[in-house]
C-alpha cells in the first residue's frame, strides 16, 4: 500500500483502521474521508523538526488552501501551527474555528481592498505582499487606521523544481512575487522600507508544488539568504523572518518517493547555517508552509461504480458516482491517483480501465490506466488514495451536482462529521 494507514481485512480496505465499504454504506458515496490521526501526526513531524533543526522561534505555517474547513483550523490550533491563507474565505473560516489571526499569513498576488479592510478589522497577523500596488494598498489603510502593519515580500528566487508546469511558482516568469535576477525584489524591498505605515519583517519564497527533488529548498534558502545579506550590506536592513514556503510531495502512487521530513527539514537547516556563516549574517527565524504534505494521506475518496462499459480492441471504462466536480486535479494536471475496489481486494486486479466520471464532459476523469478485479460492477465501492490535498478545496457543483461530505475518522473506530453533504436546496440557495 502506498500509505501505512491503509490495510486490508477480509478482502476490503482499511482506512485509518476502519471499513471503507461500512463508511460508505453509512455516509453514502462520493464521500471524502479525513484521518484526523495522521494529520495530527504529520503537524507534530514538522513542529518537533523545526524545533529541533531551526531552534524555538521557527515554525511550519499550514497552508490553507490545501484543505479548508472548519475543524481543519481547530485541529491546527490545538496542535501548535501556524497557518497561510489566501482569501477572506479561509480568513472567516479560520475565524469559525476560533483561530487566532495574529499567527496567520495572509497571501495571494491580487489582494483586494476588501479583502485588506476584513484582514485588518480581524487583527491579521502578516501580509505576504507581492507588489507595489499592494504596499501601497496596506500602506493607506494601515495609516488610516493608525497602526504599523506587519509585512513579508514575496519573492521568486528563479528556480525550477521541475515539477507541473501549472504549480511550479519559484521562475523569474511567474505571476507571483518579484524577482531578484531582474532587480525587482531590491526595489520593492526599499519602496516598503520606505513606507511609514508598514513594517518589513522579512522575505517569501515558494517555488512549486509536490516537489521531490534533493536540493530545492536549500537552493531557494541559499539565494534568499544572499539576497538578505545583500540587502544587510548595502541597506542596513536584516531580515527578521525568512519563509521558504511549501511544496513537499506525497506518494499518490507506487513510483513516488517516500519522503522523510525531518531529514529533509534537516538538510534544508545545514544549507540555511552554511550560509548565514558564509556571509555573516545572522539566521532568520525561518517558516515553511506544508500543506498537501500534511493533509494529502490523510484524505480518501470513496465513490460507488455505476456502469461498466467494454469497447473490443479499444479500451474499457469504469464511471462512479463522483468525478471531476469533487477531484478536478486530473482533468487540471493530468494527476496520478491510486485507484482500489475497496470490497473485492481479495481478487487479482486484471481489468485495465479507465475511471470516469458522471458528468457530461470528456475531460471528466479521474485517472486513465487502472487495473481493477474483472468482476467490478455496478455498487461495488471505489477508493481514490491521497486525495486530501486540493480535492475539497477545489470541488465545483459542475453539473449542479452537489459536493460530498468530509467524514473525520480517529482513533481506529471513531467517526464523525465535519462538513457536511450539499443538498439539492443548497444548490438554489443564493438563487433568486
Do not use: W
Not at 484526523?36 to 490553507?64: K, M, Q, W
Not at 508598514?198 to 534533493?214: M, W
Not at 525531518?262 to 550560509?275: E, F, L, N, P, S
Amino acid at each position: 500500500m502506498i500509505c501505512d494507514n491503509l490495510t486490508v481485512s477480509n478482502g476490503r480496505l482499511l482506512f485509518a483502521g476502519q471499513d471503507t465499504v461500512e463508511l460508505a454504506r453509512q455516509y453514502g458515496t462520493p464521500l471524502y474521508l479525513m484521518d484526523e490521526d495522521r494529520i495530527r501526526a504529520n503537524c507534530r513531524v514538522y513542529t518537533e523538526a523545526f524545533r529541533r533543526h531551526f531552534g524555538p522561534g521557527a515554525r511550519p505555517l499550514y497552508a490553507s488552501k490545501a484543505n479548508s474547513f472548519q475543524r481543519i483550523y481547530e485541529i491546527m490550533r490545538e496542535e501548535g501551527m501556524g497557518i497561510d491563507v489566501v482569501s477572506s474565505g479561509e480568513i472567516y473560516t479560520a475565524l469559525r474555528a476560533g483561530y487566532d489571526l495574529g499567527q496567520a499569513y495572509f497571501h495571494s498576488n491580487n489582494k483586494t481592498d476588501e479583502d485588506i479592510r476584513y484582514s485588518m478589522d480581524h487583527g491579521i497577523g502578516y501580509f505576504v505582499a507581492d507588489n507595489v500596488e499592494e504596499i501601497k494598498a496596506i500602506e493607506a489603510e494601515a495609516a488610516r487606521r493608525g497602526i504599523k502593519q506587519r509585512v513579508l515580500l514575496r519573492l521568486t528566487p528563479g528556480i525550477d523544481p521541475h515539477t507541473y508546469e501549472a504549480i511550479a511558482t519559484g521562475k523569474v516568469d511567474s505571476k507571483f512575487g518579484s524577482a531578484i535576477e531582474t532587480g525587482q525584489a531590491e526595489e520593492i524591498t526599499l519602496f516598503t522600507l520606505r513606507q511609514p505605515h508598514v513594517e518589513l519583517v522579512g522575505f517569501h519564497c515558494h517555488v512549486g508544488s509536490q516537489v521531490f527533488a534533493e536540493d530545492v529548498f536549500e537552493r531557494a534558502a541559499v539565494i534568499m539568504l544572499e539576497f538578505a545579506a545583500h540587502m544587510e550590506k548595502a541597506h542596513g536592513y536584516q531580515t527578521r523572518q525568512l519563509d521558504l514556503g511549501g511544496g513537499y510531495g506525497v506518494r499518490y502512487v507506487e513510483y513516488d518517493p517516500v519522503l522523510n521530513v525531518d531529514a529533509k527539514v534537516a538538510q534544508v537547516a545545514a544549507a540555511a547555517k552554511g550560509a548565514c556563516a558564509r556571509l555573516g549574517i545572522a539566521l532568520p527565524e525561518i517558516h515553511m508552509e506544508p500543506g498537501r504534505s500534511i493533509v494529502g494521506d490523510a484524505g480518501l475518496t470513496l465513490y460507488t461504480v455505476g456502469t461498466v462499459k467494454e469497447i473490443p480492441g479499444y479500451k474499457n471504462y469504469v464511471s462512479v458516482d463522483g468525478g471531476m466536480p469533487d477531484n478536478p486535479r486530473f482533468a487540471l494536471y493530468g494527476a496520478s491517483y491510486t485507484c482500489l475496489l475497496a470490497n473485492k481486494l481479495d481478487q487479482p486486479a486484471e481489468f485495465p480501465c479507465s475511471v470516469v466520471g458522471r458528468c457530461c464532459e470528456s475531460g471528466d476523469i479521474i485517472q486513465e490506466h487502472v487495473l481493477l478485479p474483472r468482476s467490478v460492477g455496478r455498487g461495488d465501492i471505489l477508493a481514490v488514495c491521497t486525495t486530501g490535498a486540493y480535492n475539497y478545496s477545489m470541488a465545483s457543483n459542475y453539473n449542479r451536482l452537489p459536493r460530498p461530505p468530509i467524514v473525520m475518522l480517529r482513533g481506529g473506530n471513531e467517526s464523525y462529521v465535519a462538513v457536511r453533504r450539499e443538498s439539492l436546496e443548497d444548490l438554489c440557495r443564493n438563487d433568486l
